[in-house]
């Protein structure tokens, strides 16, 4: 009997296999934008946040969240934090301090030093004051995102760092983010969300410090708010909604290949592509994806973003697999081909996070393994990077010339601005050698 879900395979012998392979880049692409309409209410939101501040974000609050606070209620109190740090569960708390003590270590390990020489010239490194992190809270709480870019900021040397969180539970933020932020020694939370807080974080408000940077996932509100303040701070990347495109062989265990499909389909919006040169495993993942997706508690919204922003795509052969990998530019891809999957890995050059190996779900990154899980989407791994301790960092340039360092360029630097027609540059060399 035909199922809805047929439709998510893709055949390169098919018709139209390349306008639908295409598509679903396509798909998943405009998933991190909105359309005309959404864009003219995200423009009005900035604005209005941007003209009445508090007041704005306090009506943006109650309409989209349906929780009505006054500015003097954003802040959440050190009391509650400390409250939902002592109730939390023990057991999670231990493996959330594991977590922190994972990223913190592999954060450390990437940080760029500052151990250079300054003779001449050189390059010094200095933290961000003040980052705003946005820590999702619409479908359910993330305590990992927390972990996963406050961290790196506090292994950078930020010294502010700011959370916001819609407030989705019982009008507040969940406890385990709270608890999280405890644990971090965060102290300013807000219970607000959305463009909303991003325009709160990028200018500021009488309750609220504008930030230097905005950092973390989000939905596609968030994050085109996020790019479109982009100027009065600066920012990670486009970071949602989540997607995996999955390279995998006939070595690969179908049943697990559809479990980390599925694991992405269902962040609602979510994006998962598997890319296979095997009819058979494509047909054997199917098989599976049909058969777990019932078990799922969210079932019916998995299998929209299945419809809408997934494939199984099968292709002639591993080039052309690779090919499609690197135009998809995917921000989780993962590489089960058995011992060729080191090697596959090598080709892959557009990536949020690669995982390596039929033992490396997207779920050790997300949690555990070190990197951070905040990673671009919508195919722009073409130009931004996953988040780590350095993009809390700021680099300035350093030069110092003395008198017989100058004069013996003196002449070049001339002649260089003279060409360019600035004679005031030309003189302001000139000048120190007696001319």
Known sequence: MENELDKILIKYDQPDFKERSIGIRAA??????????????????????????????AEYTEEHDRVKLTPEQFRILEAELK??????????L???????KNVRQYQSKVLVGNDK????????????????????????????TVIMTAVPAQVAGVKEIVVVSPPRYKGSIHPVILATCQELNIKEVYRIGGAQAVMALAQGTKTIRNVDKIVGPGNAWVQMAKKKVLGLVGIDSIAGPSEV????????????????????????????????????????????IKRQVEKLSRSQETIDCLLKFSAIVVLRNMADIVNYANLFAAEHLQIQ???????IAKRIKNAGAIFIGEYSPVAVGDYWAGPSHTLPTGTSA????????????????????????????????????????????????RIRQGR
């Open 28 to 57: 998943v692409s405009r998933a991190t934008h909105l359309d005309g309409d959404k864009e003219k209410q995200l423009d009005d939101i900035l604005n209005e946040v941007s003209r009445r501040g508090d007041e704005a974000v």
């Open 83 to 92: 409250d939902a740090h002592k109730t939390i569960d023990k057991k999670l």
């Open 94 to 100: 231990k493996s959330i301090r594991q977590a922190i």
């Open 117 to 144: 020489s300054f003779k001449s010239t050189g390059i010094r490194y200095t933290p961000i004051k003040r980052v705003g992190i946005c820590v999702p809270g619409a479908s359910a709480p993330l305590p990992s």
């Open 245 to 288: 495109l999955i390279i995998a062989n006939k070595k690969a265990n179908p049943a697990w290949v559809a479990a980390d499909m599925l694991s992405q389909a269902e962040h609602n919006p979510g994006s998962a592509v598997l890319c296979t040169e095997s009819e058979n495993l494509a047909l054997e993942v199917l098989a599976e």
């Open 337 to 343: 081909c058995g011992k060729q999957s080191r090697q």
């Open 382 to 429: 073409r130009f931004f990077s996953a988040l780590s301790a350095n993009d809390f960092i700021k680099s300035t340039s350093i030069i110092e010339y003395d008198k017989k360092k100058l004069a013996e360029s003196a002449e070049d630097i001339i002649r260089l601005a003279q060409a360019e027609g600035l004679d005031a540059h030309a003189r302001s060399v």
